[in-house]
Structures are given as C-alpha cells and as structure tokens.
Nanobody, 124 residues
Framework: VQLQASGGGLVQAGGSLRLSCATSGRTFSRYVVGWFRQAPGKEREFVAAIWRSGAAYYADSTKGRFTISRDSAKNTVYLQMNSLKPEDTAVYYC???????????????????WGQGTLVTVSS
C-alpha cells in the first residue's frame, strides 16, 4: 500500500490545516488509518485513527480540536486540525494496516504501511 500525505504548512496559532492521506489501487475502507506525529527530539506519538467502520479515536491532546474522516470514493483520509497550538508543530505521518486490533491503534509499531510525512509548523 502506497500512502501519500499532504497538506502541511505554516500556520499561526489558532489557525487550521487539513491534512490528506491518499492511496491508489486499494480499497482504503478495508484499512485502519492512523495519524502520528513526531516533533524534533521527541518520539513519534499517536494523533488520531479511524476504524473500518468509520469510528474515530483521538489522543487526549487532540480531542476536540482535530477531526479524522474518510472519503471512500476518493480513497482518502483527512485530518482536520483546528485551534492549532505551537506544540502541534511536528512532521505528521499517516499509516495504515488491515489487520491491526483496536487495542493497538495508538501504537505505531502495529501499522505496516506509512506515508512520507508532511511538516506542520505552528507559529506563536
């Protein structure tokens, strides 16, 4: 599975961005798709995930500000990020897996397929 992440950029605190994770040649709805981020000097951390059913799961730090969604017709998963904070600055990665269990969706090690990452910079 090839994943293409896009949509990153520079935004002021309080602003919004929408990230996209697209794939081709696959039925994306069969996969669990997660977003992770990695800030300089920090470990990769879970941001959000969307289950095959469309159920969404969020990290405590992003709940209420970020929304993950899926457009099956476009084979694309989106991450709408609102009320951005400087601490949201990181490289954002999308990942997918077909056999991951619900208890593992917050762990990056259980995702088999990864996009290349897109940089989000939030200025104060």
């Amino acid at each position: 599975v090839q994943l293409q992440a896009s949509g990153g950029g520079l935004v002021q605190a309080g602003g919004s961005l929408r990230l996209s994770c697209a794939t081709s040649g696959r039925t994306f709805s069969r996969y669990v798709v997660g977003w992770f981020r990695q800030a300089p000097g920090k470990e990769r951390e879970f941001v959000a995930a969307i289950w095959r059913s469309g159920a969404a799961y969020y990290a405590d730090s992003t709940k209420g500000r970020f929304t993950i969604s899926r457009d099956s017709a476009k084979n694309t998963v989106y991450l709408q990020m609102n009320s951005l904070k400087p601490e949201d600055t990181a490289v954002y990665y999308c990942a997918a897996d077909q056999s991951i269990t619900l208890s593992s969706i917050t762990s990056s090690q259980y995702y088999d397929w990864w996009g290349q990452g897109t940089l989000v910079t939030v200025s104060s």
